[in-house]
């Protein structure tokens, strides 16, 4: 059987790209003068356009326009750019905190064990609504924030007002780079992937300790769909 060659989807004249990276089902491209275009399936809000209708052409997320990215990553279902001012900017879905939003799933396995009734144990008259009711309190006061797909980019802030330089996602996780050296992950975390030394998800950037606990300083991360490559030196 002879292979078939590439298909050559030629983009229009005005678009020069510099980086060109892709989801499981969506293509973010960034060009050579800052701005950022997407196009695919955006059922999960991954195209940044405002809303889950795919786009067979690339278009240009207009809620960033304006503001020049000098890098651009792609994850599963999520899309993640970082300013040339070093800021970072997340949207797609979040169903496991890879946006570093607030996520109900996580919460919901956050939730303290005495917020559901035992099968094994015979509730007292109104004893199981009161433990629904303490289930809802345990996801907080701000339950109707939880965020399941951000359609359209939101501006993250890491900790410290660190300044990221490189960002890349995994499957259903990120990891960016600050431009002092720190490496911060979130997202899904089953396989160890965050580097926190455990197994658990989190929709909070958090520093990987690894590094400053042995004087590393972090220069470059690429992500696997569940796993984290770094490239770190000496101080």
Request: aromatic share 8%; with cysteine.
């Amino acid at each position: 059987m002879i292979p078939r060659p590439p298909f050559l989807c030629p983009l229009p004249p005005a678009l020069r790209a510099q980086k060109l990276v892709l989801g499981l089902e969506h293509v973010v491209l960034l060009g050579q003068d800052g701005t950022i275009y997407t196009w695919g399936c955006g059922r999960h809000g991954q195209l940044g356009h405002g809303g889950l209708e795919p786009a067979l052409e690339p278009r240009l997320v207009e809620a960033l326009h304006g503001v020049p990215m000098g890098d651009v990553a792609a994850g599963g279902w999520h899309s993640v750019s970082v300013s040339e001012g070093g800021d970072l900017y997340v949207w797609g879905w979040n169903e496991s905190g890879q946006l570093a939003l607030p996520s109900k799933a996580l919460a919901e396995k956050r939730a303290p064990a005495t917020a559901s009734v035992s099968q094994h144990e015979e509730p007292c008259p109104g004893e199981a609504e009161l433990k629904l009711v303490n289930h809802e309190a345990a996801l907080g006061a701000e339950a109707a924030d939880f965020i399941s797909i951000q359609a359209f980019p939101a501006l993250l802030d890491l900790p410290e007002g660190s300044e990221v330089s490189k960002v890349s996602c995994g499957s259903r996780h990120t990891a960016a780079v600050t431009r002092t050296g720190e490496l911060y992950t979130w997202g899904w975390g089953k396989y160890g992937q965050l580097g926190h030394n455990d197994t658990a998800s989190s929709d909070q950037p958090r520093q990987v300790g690894y590094f400053p606990a042995n004087g590393l300083t972090v220069e470059d991360v690429v992500c696997g769909p569940w796993n984290t490559y770094v490239g770190a030196v000496e101080k």
